[in-house]
């Protein structure tokens, strides 16, 4: 069975940074796509962002471009989101996903639906 579990969430100022990390288990982290989405209150599910399997391709919604990164260890199976620079408007629950498959194609990155498995989500609040 597979699972995810965020970590790294917290109260942060306006510019500060944050490190979130999703520890996985279950089956073989290292053939799976990855990406974190967010979710602020009232709002829908947004993608931040996206990193395949071997972690040569990454993928930023325009709104962290230049601010977060995504990257993977697979030998330790986990997946970090580091937050540069962060603005009251990062404050969300944050998730990490998974797609275990042989492809994925770049229309799909952002798409909630293309991921099949989430974890519980982990509270950021930047404060101004």
């Known amino acids: 069975q597979v699972q995810l579990v965020e970590s790294g969430g917290g109260l942060v100022q306006a510019g500060g940074s944050l490190r979130l990390s999703c520890a996985a288990s279950g089956r073989t982290f290292s053939s799976w796509f990855m990406g974190w989405f967010r979710q602020a209150p009232g709002k829908e599910r947004e993608f931040v962002a996206f990193?395949?399997?071997?972690?040569?391709?990454?993928n930023y919604t325009g709104s962290v471009k230049g601010r977060f990164t995504i990257s993977r260890d697979n030998a330790k199976n986990t997946v970090y989101l580091q937050m540069n620079l962060v603005k009251p408007e990062d404050t969300a629950v944050y998730y990490c996903?998974?797609?275990?498959?042989?492809?994925?194609?770049?229309?799909?990155?952002?798409?909630?639906?293309?991921?099949?498995?989430w974890g519980q989500g982990t509270q950021v609040t930047v404060s101004s």
């Open positions: 990193i395949s399997r071997n972690g040569g391709t990454t």
């Open positions: 996903a998974a797609r275990e498959a042989f492809v994925m194609d770049s229309s799909w990155y952002p798409q909630p639906n293309a991921y099949d498995y």
